[in-house]
């Protein structure tokens, strides 16, 4: 109860409360990104913006998350792998509730692919440059080195072919495209004229 210091008192009732609920089907709710990229879980929300949102990932259920949206439509960020979950919203007014059986969304990572020259090759590791020079062979003898390779088959490697200049600098030869389906592939060495090659993976 409350004392009236004029003969009236205006109330203003709310017809739509906030609710929010992330966005699609149960067996469409889930995304897969890169490793260490960002994913946007699209949002649906009644009320009057901006909200602020509860959230965790089921996988630490004891971490909250806030974040504030300004759109009914509006997406949340988030960078970690794991099924996030939406616990609590307020409007710019009022508490609301979330939609249940649509408060859950999943995201997964696949890890970014990697080259990296096999720990068999016999090579010595230069900390100048982060290069690896590897033992000199005769001119047209044949040589190469493998590769092994993280990520999800088929791979497709890139790699430029350099040699030094008479400016004292490199010059561009070749860049080449191949691809593999094993984790482990190998790739010929130029060796037709007597020359120090370099080989950059790009």
Known sequence: KRALSTPGLSVNVRRVPPTVRFYGH??????????????????????????????????????????????????????????????????????????????????EHVSRPSARLSQATQATYSAYNGSYILPPVCEGASDHVDLDLTGRPPFQIMYNVARDNEQGGTKLLDQPVFSSILPRTRFQLQTSEAARLYYEVK
């Open 26 to 107: 149960k067996d469409k709710r889930q995304v897969t990104v890169l490793d260490s990229e960002p994913a946007s879980l699209p949002l649906r929300l009644t009320g009057e913006g901006p909200w602020r949102l509860k959230y965790r990932r089921r996988e630490a259920p004891n971490h909250i998350l806030t974040a504030t949206v300004h759109s009914p439509n509006d997406e949340l960020q988030v960078s970690e792998s794991g099924l996030y979950e939406i616990i609590e919203v307020t409007d710019s007014q009022c508490p609301g509730t979330v939609v249940v059986n649509e408060e859950t969304y999943k995201v």
